[in-house]
């Protein structure tokens, strides 16, 4: 069972940024797909970005494409999400997630049912 451990949330006023960081307990996610989805009450959980870690391939849906950028830290074994020009519509709990690619498969996955793994999620709040 892969554990994920998302951090870096918490209250900014709206034009202000954060990075949310995603850690596993895997060695490496070499042989993962990793993405970020949010979530507000309510409302569907929705993707956001994801990278295939072994050939570092990214992808974005396409309202996050121009303010958040998905990375990796190879040495730290962590998947990070800035997040720029934040909007109080940005308000959601955010979670990473991680799906099993051992062949090193080049096709990214939006669908959250796609992924096996989730973290507890980390909660960011946007004032005005």
């Known amino acids: 069972q892969v554990q994920l451990v998302e951090s870096g949330g918490g209250l900014v006023q709206a034009g202000g940024s954060l990075r949310l960081s995603c850690t596993a307990s895997?060695?490496?996610?070499?042989?993962?797909?990793v993405g970020w989805f949010r979530q507000v009450s309510g409302k569907e959980r929705k993707f956001l970005a994801s990278?295939?870690?072994?050939?570092?391939?990214?992808y974005y849906a396409d309202s996050m494409r121009d303010r958040f950028t998905i990375s990796r830290d190879n040495a730290k074994n962590t998947v990070y999400l800035q997040m720029n020009s934040l909007k109080p519509d940005d308000t959601a709990a955010y979670y990473c997630?991680?799906?099993?690619?051992?062949?090193?498969?080049?096709?990214?996955?939006?669908?959250?049912?796609?992924?096996?793994?989730w973290g507890q999620g980390t909660q960011v709040t946007v004032s005005s």
């Open positions: 997630a991680a799906r099993r690619n051992p062949g090193g498969g080049s096709i990214h996955y939006t669908d959250r049912d796609a992924y096996n793994y």
């Open positions: 895997e060695r490496t996610f070499s042989s993962y797909n």
């Open positions: 990278i295939i870690w072994s050939v570092n391939s990214t």
